[in-house]
């Protein structure tokens, strides 16, 4: 009765025990999961997309038009496997982007121009959106009624270049031939760091090759190849024997430097992006170019139009079709017009807009309000009859004129009459005019009206002036009279020599730039020993030069990495050994054998297998009453646990994209047998290697390569390391740690150790043998954070 009770009272302490540690059924909760996510384009521009979830989910759906997206959020639901492998992508939909978290999981689906959006949810958990592209048809809109011969701009196969893939230099003794190969189009620059290095620079790539120096050929005595950041771009420096002349082409994906124009290839020029910005009521429109292009800007139908020549091309990534809501440019397209391409930008009301050309493109710039002095002022568009996809007259322009012998000043006066503008004659506005007019743009009898009285009309802001073309054509002579007067003064100034200094950039690297603002008798040479540039030129030419500098010569920002390295080592072993003999003393009643003694080693024991560094041992005897058998029995055991932490926290300081290494550990010197053999190093310990670059919101993009190695395996010949290594990519805010870990190892080892044969008898084999088991865990974190420092 007693043992029933002893085994009640066991198995209820056990069930207690395996209870414990678990929470009630009823408080675990299955997260939802979207089950199903699926996008069809159902034609002409119209798509539909669908989000299934296991339960009912409160979804919610957002539309952002910076960048185009749709964004659908999922509160407290995760993604199954077969929705994050799922991707869709077309001319219109970019891509999807999944991103799970544990309040709120989203789905964007990225798109690549304004749409038009509508959802609905049913009752079976699942949601449906469809969109449709929203852009209007400018080419019909506003063209058409116009009588031009509008049509798309077909983009070029070929894209924006990311990498130099191949380099080979086919110089002779007496002609520089140089080919780069990219994986598409790139802008680039060259010239002359001195009388025999030649520098050619691609913008906005970086090298794949595998070398960073060639041997030279011909006039061609040697190459390097290196990167560089800011800005981003590849340098290829060509020492030459002597200066020779250079011609440059891009063909396609192929760069051709060459010493022969007629080997150069035709320069093709590139529409390569097309980008807007708004800050406030401003906004902007940036167009880049690959080459040389030049616009010329009209005001058709009261849009703005850049028209390019007729050779520009627009490679294949660009987007050229845009639609805004509040903004001056209501609409941009890049379309080809009469054969050529033409950017046209439509306002949404009366604006002021300006064109500026920079040194990659042009900047376009619109404000409701006047910024600085404006370029020119856009009419309001014309409002479109219902229905009717062709834009009418504005009536508002339109005038009926009857006059007879009328004076001309009179009649300009009436034709400006409630425009806003003021009025300037010159003197040679005289005579009467005589006109008969009806529902005519005012424009159209105004420029009648100039060019029979051979008059010219200058209008400069809310100002008219009115003057003979007589007078207008002496008073442009003059304007060029006087620059030409300034140009010669140049050219007859003074010459005077300074020494400009470099503070962070070298000097050698910005002589392109400064050559740029000299002017045709100045020169520049670099004093590589000071890091400055000795400058020849006018007063005001060394001034320009100096302004620049305070510009392009900037301090490149730092970044101070800190690292807290935490390494943990956890040791468990246990050894359980055995030991036992007998002894047996006693006679026969036979002549031979007449005493038997059978004893263990000089211990006493037959089995002695005790645990290794025991601290634990029991033991037991046994003897007979006549003393003639005796057993002796001891059990013996060790259990150690060891656990240590090494934490250490080294911090470097390094420039904007370029790489730091901290490195803790040692070298370990391997020194084999035999007469020839020589020592090996082998270094082990932590390897930190991380590469900083500061994004334009002053947060840090860190790639990060964390590596630990120890010893591993030494032999008579031979030494190995053991490496464990994690490789990540990290964006950071100024001052965030984030932390690296998963870097641990395991290491289980057991030792039988026992009699040959009897060890292995079930059961009775315990009395043969003993066991040491040894557990060792051990595992590295890295936390890293780094500090921007402008």
Not at 440 to 456: F, G, Q
Not at 517 to 542: C, W, Y
Not at 552 to 579: C, H, Y
Not at 647 to 656: C, F, G, H, K, N
Request: aromatic share 8%; with cysteine.
């Amino acid at each position: 009765m007693r043992a029933y009770r002893l085994a009640i009272f066991i198995a209820a302490v056990m069930l207690l025990v395996s209870c414990a540690g678990k929470q009630p059924v009823a408080d675990e909760k299955p997260a939802t999961e979207i089950k199903n996510f699926r996008i069809v384009d159902l034609g002409d521009g119209e798509y539909g997309a669908t989000v299934r979830a296991s339960e009912p989910v409160g979804f919610r759906v957002l539309y952002s038009k910076s960048p185009y997206k749709i964004v659908v959020f999922a509160p407290d639901a995760k993604f199954s496997e077969e929705v994050l492998h799922y991707n869709f992508s077309d001319t219109v939909v970019e891509g999807i982007v999944f991103t799970p978290g544990k309040a709120m999981s989203q789905i964007e689906i990225l798109l690549t121009e304004n749409v038009d959006y509508d959802y609905s949810m049913d009752d079976n958990n699942t949601l449906g959106v469809t969109f449709r592209t929203a852009l209007p048809d400018l080419k019909s809109d506003t063209l058409g009624s116009y009588g031009m011969d509008v049509e798309n701009l077909a983009p070029e196969k070929v894209g924006l270049a990311d990498a130099v893939k191949s380099f080979a230099d086919k110089s002779n003794d007496g002609t520089l031939h140089l080919e780069i190969g990219l994986d598409g189009v790139a802008r680039y620059d060259y010239g002359y760091l001195d009388d025999n290095t030649l520098f050619v620079d691609l913008f906005d790539v970086k090298s794949s090759l595998g070398k960073k120096a060639y041997p030279g050929n011909g006039v061609v005595s040697g190459i390097k190849v290196g990167e560089y950041y800011p800005p981003k771009k590849v340098r290829f420096l060509v020492d030459v024997f002597s200066r020779v002349p250079v011609f440059a082409g891009q063909n396609g994906s192929k760069l051709t430097i060459t010493s022969d124009m007629a080997a150069a290839p035709e320069e093709e020029r590139y529409i390569a992006s097309i980008d807007t910005l708004n800050y406030k009521n401003i906004q902007s429109i940036v167009v880049k170019f690959v080459g040389r292009v030049s616009y010329t800007k009209k005001i058709v139908n009261n849009a703005l139009h850049l028209e390019f020549e007729s050779d520009v091309k627009m490679l294949g990534n660009v987007k050229n079709r845009f639609s805004f809501s509040n903004m001056p440019f209501s609409e941009i397209e890049l379309v080809k017009i009469d054969g050529k391409p033409v950017l046209v930008l439509e306002p949404s009301a009366d604006i002021f807009a300006r064109v500026d050309t920079t040194p990659e493109g042009l900047l376009i710039s619109a404000s409701y309000e006047e910024f600085a002095r404006a370029a020119m002022e856009l009419a309001k568009a014309p409002e479109k009859k219902e229905g009717d996809s062709k834009q009418e007259v504005n009536k508002d322009n339109l005038i009926t004129l009857n006059m007879k012998e009328m004076d001309i000043r009179e009649a300009i006066r009436l034709i400006y009459y409630g425009r806003d503008m003021n009025l300037i004659f010159g003197e040679g506005v005289k005579g009467e005019v005589t006109l008969f007019l009806k529902d005519v743009d005012y424009e159209t009898a105004l420029k009648l009206i100039l060019r029979d009285r051979n008059l010219t009309l200058v209008e400069e802001g809310n100002i008219a002036w009115v003057i003979s073309s007589t007078r207008y054509q002496q008073r442009q002579a003059e304007i060029e009279a006087r620059k030409r007067a300034e140009m010669e003064a140049k050219n007859l100034a003074p010459l005077q020599t300074e020494v400009v200094s470099v503070n962070f950039a070298t000097a050698g690297e910005l002589v392109g730039i400064i050559q740029s603002v000299l002017s045709n008798r100045g020169k520049v040479e670099v004093e590589a020993r000071t890091n400055s540039f000795v400058i020849t030129d006018t007063k005001e030419a060394i001034q320009e030069v100096k302004r620049l500098m305070k510009s392009v010569d900037k301090r490149t920002p730092q970044v101070t990495i800190e690292a807290r390295i935490v390494e943990v080592t956890d040791i468990n072993s246990l050894g359980l050994g055995i030991q036992w003999g007998a002894s047996v003393n006693d006679t026969t009643k036979v002549h031979f054998p007449n005493q038997v003694d059978v004893g263990g080693d000089s211990s006493g024991y037959m089995v002695n297998i005790p645990a290794a560094g025991a601290v634990g041992t029991i033991g037991l005897s046994l003897l007979n009453r006549t003393g003639t058998f005796g057993l002796d029995l001891a059990l013996s055991a060790l259990e150690t646990q060891n656990k240590a932490k090494t934490i250490s926290s080294p911090r470097v300081t390094t420039l904007d994209n370029m790489e730091a290494t901290i490195k803790s550990g040692s070298t370990a010197l391997i020194v084999p047998s035999g007469d020839n053999a020589e020592a090996e190093e082998i270094d082990v310990g932590i390897k930190l290697t991380v590469r900083p670059q500061i994004t334009s919101n002053k947060m840090v993009f860190l790639d990060i390569d964390v590596e630990k190695s120890s010893l591993g395996e030494v032999t008579a010949n031979t030494a190995t390391s053991d490496e464990k290594k994690a490789e990540t990519k990290v964006l950071l805010a100024n001052g965030e740690t984030t932390v690296i870990g998963g870097l641990y190892q395991d290491e289980q080892s057991t030792i039988d150790t026992g009699v040959p044969g009897f060890k292995d008898i079930p059961v009775l084999g315990y009395l043969f043998k003993g066991k040491t088991k040894r557990v060792t865990r051990s595992e590295l974190l890295v936390f890293i954070t780094p500090y921007v420092d402008m």
